[in-house]
């Protein structure tokens, strides 16, 4: 069983930043997608299992950004310039099984509690 868990959501201002974290029990793809109330859930970010390859939605690119440090099977994502609709739960994932990409919901099979991420204008 994979075990996800997430930490650094909170409040930011309007132009400020957050890093969100995601501690896995091993080494996977993983991406980040977000929820908010009432909205189906959106593709962020992810990054495959080397860390060699990025990819982003179109309304988070060049804001955010995903990383991870392997040695501690462990992905964040640094999130510049936060506007008040980046408002949201975010919840992280983990391919573990074989999927062609690394955008879809179906593309990932584990999936964290959720941090909730909340911007003031």
């Known amino acids: 069983q994979v075990q996800l868990v997430e930490s650094g959501g909170g409040l930011a201002q309007a132009g400020g930043s957050l890093r969100l974290s995601c501690a896995a029990s091993?080494?996977?793809?993983m991406g980040w997608f977000r929820q908010a109330p009432g909205k189906e859930r959106e593709f962020v970010a992810a990054?495959?299992?080397?860390?060699?390859?990025?990819y982003y939605g179109d309304s988070v690119k060049g804001r955010f950004t995903i990383s991870r440090e392997n040695a501690r099977n462990t992905v964040y994502l640094q999130m510049n310039s936060l506007k008040p609709e980046d408002t949201a739960a975010y919840y992280c994932?983990?391919?573990?099984?074989?999927?062609?990409?690394?955008?879809?919901?179906?593309?990932?099979?584990?999936w964290g509690q959720g941090t909730q991420v909340t911007v003031s204008s």
């Open positions: 091993g080494r996977y793809a």
């Open positions: 990054i495959n299992w080397s860390g060699d390859n990025t």
């Open positions: 994932a983990a391919q573990t099984g074989r999927h062609i990409g690394l955008r879809d919901l179906t593309d990932f099979d584990s």
